[in-house]
């Protein structure tokens, strides 16, 4: 671990004394369950000080990691019952769910402010692939594999162009992804501060043993349906 340290350390700028590297790693114990988390959260931290030297002492790291410690124990204080099954859960009316639309000219996500009709109307169905065109689009745009050239194509007897290979793009970091969306907030559910997330992230690797069940085009009024989805939940 503490090899670790200081090579992350050194591709920040930085180097630890001894007292530094120990003060850091103890911080890290404190999330055995997201070290690198918390590690990259404590550079990024350490970043933001006016530090007079890239050598960093003791009391350079004791500062941040006093920040930070003070931060989570804020978050906890503020939900006590944060770690509970109920207090995890958080309902969201799917008519105040924030609506975004991406910009392919200044390549960002706007969010839409004009009132939602219940019942839709002519345009809406093609608006809603339109946005999902252009969601996948930006999603393309930003990947190596799909810049040009990115499909093998041959010209046919009829002067056509036929594509022999396409895929879909690998899959992508959910930091790289974060990072490009600014801290929007695509679900109305609220932006949750760094801290929270690396406690939510280490609750998540201890609960081996938890699962999410997602049901879609749920039909709760046919009784034929919703009894069925009660013998699946139940079993």
Known sequence: MRKKLQRKFRLRGFTLKVDALEEAAAFLDRFPDAEDDALDLLLDE???????????DRDAVRRVVSLLVEAEEAV??????????RSALRV???????RFHYDPIKKVFYEHTGRLSIHGEAGDKAALYRDRYQVLLQRLARDKYFSRP????????????EVNTCGFPPLEDREASLSLLMGLDFFGGGVIPTEETLRLSSLENKAVNDMFVILSDVWLDNPEGFLQYAIRIIH
Do not use: Q, Y
Request: net charge negative; glycine share 0%.
């Open 46 to 56: 350490l970043d933001k000080e006016p530090l007079k030297s890239s050598i960093l």
């Open 76 to 85: 906890d204080a503020a939900s006590p019952a944060a770690t509970s099954a």
């Open 92 to 98: 969201v009316d799917s008519f105040v769910v924030p």
């Open 150 to 161: 990115a499909f093998e194509t041959v010209m046919t007897e009829n002067d056509s162009c």
